[in-house]
């Protein structure tokens, strides 16, 4: 097959765009990839170029470049077909508009993959006829707001398939979401096998990872190491990742170390780069998370043959770690409960030991190999039936796309007006 | 205007490295090795050079690349070989080695023999992606550990390398000529001392201070720097960060210095 990503960026940093690459990685070896990616703002992908994959872009944003596009006159209106539900309309513009249309179009590709949704949006509305067209979802449905689950609720339909990352948010996609004819299935994130041996439980450190926003609540991790100590003050506890564009924890958690007196316990490393190194280091690696979209870092630790104590959050910790077995769940928000599952592990070498090799042994399942099995099954299924043509016929994509530009047109004016009454009540 | 990313653009060369808990260090290289192209080098031989920064004459340390199978080669910094104390930048003739997976696991939370000298070889990333080796090398070495607060004090609790503890030991804080000194305690090869934070605060504070602390394991011996070098942290001073401590027109904490030596800094109050 001849399969074409749909890509933010595949020059930055982030778990899209190493999942992305992974898996084109992985089909590669069987089949003709590219990775398409919408904006370039430097000259080497950040993360390593995956192997055997040609990777395009379409916007040129750096500077030195001779085809630098920045000062293109349709760079600064805003966009129109990307949809202003999506996080990343901002970036988006005219130019990306008629880019990506322009690509769609002419696309060489048996399957086409959208890897966000106002991508799978262009996805939905722009391919020209014939490739099988998928989209991805790497958050939830849960986590967009209002306006984008409306956006897609009616563009999704020009879909073939969406794909998810955990089984619970596909259940939302099946149950919330009216896609006749789309095809929902659940694929998680692959992770490499590590390329350091694994830990042999033996260090006395518990680990986390992962940028340090309200949303990790390393807080609570903190409260619970501090009930740690008490029992173990053997045992400490390091945190790799640094703050983003949504905030920075950095020195709430600083003060909090400092209130709880754990200062020669409790280590913010800092961001790491690759992470496996860092992994192995520990023994026991810790989620505290309040919501996990697939729980990357649960299965990176475990690659490295850590259990993992994480918060049994929505979506991804529980179909990823077998409690009692692997690692363990504990509710949300509840650091006694993380303090008594770290000491459970802390407490008994033994049973430490054997979590952290049955750890290692279910997370093959992850493995970029087998993840991209399951793709390409799906992929291989889509194209053997033909693009919306079994299901759904001709007519009734016309019809959609009929009713898609008259909707279109519809919530442009109620935005507008929405716009006007909020910009009113801020006066 | 569109294009495609050159995938096949030569990149420089890059080492994985594994640090043994002895000092020793492996590098493993992908793509460039001794069976590659002719290395602009004496004598021909692929080598792997540690050169030290900011040493005049010149220092360097050649580790042979020898082939480890497949496309990869291999250079070993044996533990017995010595590093003089400083940052040695890695390459392959002139060409800088980017670092690649740094496993330094056993060099977490080591605990080396007592007697001394005492050798610490980091491998870590440069600000600018470069691979570097941070190498410590101490006859005598005093390992700060824990670090405890009272009422406007801290106490220090560390280990001793290469000397005794024994009568009359005492910390000192430095800062130029001024020294101000506590008694030590110590068993065995373990110390502490307390340091009361207003005696680093007189006379009156100006402007800040920063005091770099000492340890003279027995009366009349020489005085050993307090540092922390015995683990994988190459620069500690963000990660290590202790509680500060206001006093009378002043506050202070410990920290430590870019050479991860242990330190207070004494700050006036405005």
């Known amino acids: 097959m001849h399969i074409s990503f749909l890509l933010h960026n595949a020059y930055g940093i982030g778990g899209t765009i190493r999942t992305t690459f992974n898996l084109a990685e992985a089909l590669a070896a069987r089949h003709d990839v590219e990775i398409v990616s919408v904006f370039r703002h430097r000259d080497e992908p950040t993360l390593g170029a995956p192997a055997g994959v040609t990777l395009k872009h379409l916007v040129d944003l750096r500077r030195h470049s001779p085809g630098y596009d920045g000062d293109h006159p349709d760079y600064q209106a805003p966009a129109r077909v990307f949809p202003r539900g999506d996080g990343r309309w901002k970036q988006y513009s005219r130019l990306t508009d008629t880019r990506i249309a322009a690509h769609l179009r002419t696309v060489e590709a048996d399957v086409v993959v959208g890897t966000r949704p106002g991508l799978n949006v262009h996805i939905a509305r722009q391919t020209r006829r014939g490739p099988v067209r998928v989209g991805q979802e790497h958050l939830t449905l849960d986590s967009h707001g209002y306006r984008l689950r409306r956006e897609i609720g009616f563009r999704y339909p020009l879909l073939d398939a969406v794909t998810t990352v955990t089984e619970a948010d596909a259940r939302s996609y099946r149950t919330r979401l009216k896609l006749p004819g789309v095809r929902i299935d659940a694929v998680p994130n692959s992770v490499p096998a590590p390329t350091v041996a694994p830990a042999d439980s033996t260090a006395k450190w518990v680990v986390a990872a992962g940028r340090l926003t309200k949303v990790k609540r390393y807080d609570l991790l903190v409260e619970a190491f501090a009930k740690v100590v008490a029992a173990r003050p053997d045992w400490r506890l390091r945190i790799y990742g640094s703050g983003d564009a949504t905030g920075n924890e950095r020195d709430a958690l600083r003060a909090l170390i400092e209130q709880r007196g754990l200062h020669n316990h409790v280590h913010l490393m800092g961001p790491a780069n690759p992470l496996e190194p860092e992994w192995v280091k520990g023994s026991v690696a810790a989620v505290t998370s309040r919501l996990e979209s697939f729980g990357m870092t649960i299965v990176e630790a475990m690659r490295c043959g850590l259990p993992v104590v994480s918060t049994d959050c929505p979506h991804g910790p529980r179909e990823i770690i077998e409690d009692g077995v692997d690692g363990r769940l504990v509710p949300v928000g509840d650091a006694d409960a993380v303090a008594e599952a770290l000491l459970g592990l802390i407490q008994d070498d033994e049973l430490r030991r054997r979590a952290g090799q049955a750890a290692l042994a279910a997370s093959r399942r992850f493995d970029p190999v087998r993840i991209a099995e399951r793709h390409e099954a799906l992929f291989a299924e889509l194209v053997a039936r033909g693009s919306g043509a079994a299901s759904r016929g001709r007519g009734r994509d016309a019809l959609h796309r009929a009713r898609g530009a008259v909707l279109d047109a519809a919530y442009t004016a109620r935005y507008r007006a929405a716009d006007v009454l909020r910009k009113g009540k801020r006066a | ?270």
């Open chain 2, 1 to 270: 205007m569109t294009g495609t990313t050159d995938a096949s653009r030569p990149k420089g060369p890059r080492a994985d490295c594994v640090a043994d808990s002895a000092g020793g260090i492996t590098f493993d290289m992908a793509g460039h090795g001794a069976g590659e192209a002719p290395l602009p080098e004496r004598g021909g031989e692929p080598a792997l050079v540690l050169r030290r920064r900011g040493a005049a004459p010149a220092e360097e340390t050649r580790l042979p690349l020898t082939p480890a199978g497949g496309d990869r080669s291999r250079a070993v910094l044996p533990s017995t070989v010595e590093l003089a104390e400083g940052h040695w930048d890695v390459s392959v003739g002139d060409r800088p080695v980017e670092p690649g997976i740094r496993d330094v696991r056993a060099l977490v939370d080591r605990v080396p023999g007592p007697s001394g000298p005492v050798a610490a070889r980091v491998p870590y990333p440069t600000a600018d992606g470069r691979l570097a080796v941070r190498s410590w090398l101490r006859a005598r070495h005093a390992e700060a550990g824990d670090l405890t607060f009272g009422e406007g004090a801290c106490t220090v609790e560390g280990r001793l390398y290469g000397a005794p503890l024994g009568a009359g030991a005492v910390a000192e804080a430095r800062l130029g000529d001024e020294v101000r000194e506590v008694p030590a305690s110590g068993e065995g090869h373990a110390f502490a001392f307390t340091l009361p934070y207003d005696r680093l605060a007189r006379p009156s504070l100006d402007r800040q201070r920063v005091w770099q602390l000492w340890l003279r394991p027995s009366a009349g011996a020489e005085p050993v720097r307090v540092a922390r070098i015995l683990d994988d942290v190459w620069d500690r001073r963000n990660v290590f960060v202790y509680p500060e401590s206001e006093g009378e027109g002043f506050r202070a904490a410990p920290c430590y210095s870019a050479d991860n030596e242990l330190c207070v800094r004494v700050t006036p109050l405005p």
